[in-house]
């Protein structure tokens, strides 16, 4: 069974480039079935989708963030990553890692089934 | 943008009851489309996929339903532990978009 678990500081200074890690166990992060997701919430506010890579690293983002976000897959550790650059207090949020399953019946791609615990960032100088 | 309007954002329910929480799309979203239950501190848990497909492990009492535009999650008799925030997911295009979220606490 898969498990996520995300790590980095949990405190950063506007400007900066926010940086996050997700590692993933019981699995493995090659494999075909699987693109590997951020996603943050920002206090009181909605969730929003940051991006999503396959472990070919192929990527999607979210284009409210595009011009900020990197995600990139290490397989040899079997991690995934997230870089935020420029971020202000608007970026504070609990950031989440997920795994975006494959179905091989006829569901194909299916919602979200697993996540991380989350790793909450705050931004302030 | 799919935007996702879940309602209510909040509700209080007893015990027993049955409650129901929406999720419609701005557009056509197939049935791409999970339900989640999320506690205080904890990690989001699925109980729903491909609209009305129950995760594995979830009691029967929840359900979804739907296609299209309009889905719906039910829990059908509610019980202590399942006051919690619940909220849909649309992955039918990018961006990928979240409902606002359903409180449900007790009554």
């Known amino acids: 069974q898969l498990q996520l678990q995300e790590s980095g500081p949990g405190l950063g200074k506007p400007s900066e480039t926010l940086s996050l890690t997700c590692t993933v166990s019981?699995?493995?992060?090659?494999?075909?079935?699987?693109?590997w997701v951020w996603i943050r919430q920002p206090p009181g506010k909605g969730r929003e989708w940051i991006g999503s890579?396959?472990?070919?690293?192929?990527?999607y983002y979210n284009p409210s963030l595009r011009s900020r976000v990197t995600i990139s897959v290490d397989t040899s550790k079997n991690q995934f990553s997230l870089k935020l650059s420029s971020v202000t207090a608007a970026d504070t949020a609990m950031y989440y890692c997920?795994?975006?399953?494959?179905?091989?019946?006829?569901?194909?791609?299916?919602?979200?089934?697993?996540w991380g615990q989350g790793t909450m960032v705050t931004v302030s100088s | 943008d799919i935007q996702m309007t879940q309602s209510p954002s909040s509700l209080s329910a007893s015990v027993g009851d049955r409650v129901t929480i929406t999720c419609r799309a701005s557009?056509?979203?197939?049935?791409?489309l999970g339900w989640y239950q999320q506690k205080p501190g904890k990690a989001p848990k699925r109980l729903i996929y491909?609209?009305?497909s129950l995760q594995s492990g979830v009691p029967s009492r929840f359900s979804g339903s739907g296609s299209g535009t309009e889905f719906t999650l039910t829990i059908s008799s509610l019980q202590p532990e399942d006051f919690a925030t619940y909220f849909c997911?649309?992955?039918?295009?990018?961006?990928?978009?979240f409902g606002g979220g359903t409180k449900v606490e007790i009554k």
């Open positions: 997911l649309q992955h039918h295009s990018y961006p990928l978009t």
């Open positions: 491909a609209a009305s």
């Open positions: 019981g699995g493995s992060i090659s494999s075909s079935t699987y693109y």
């Open positions: 997920a795994s975006y399953p494959y179905y091989s019946d006829n569901s194909g791609w299916v919602a979200f089934d697993t």
């Open positions: 557009q056509g979203i197939r049935n791409d």
């Open positions: 890579i396959y472990y070919s690293g192929n990527t």
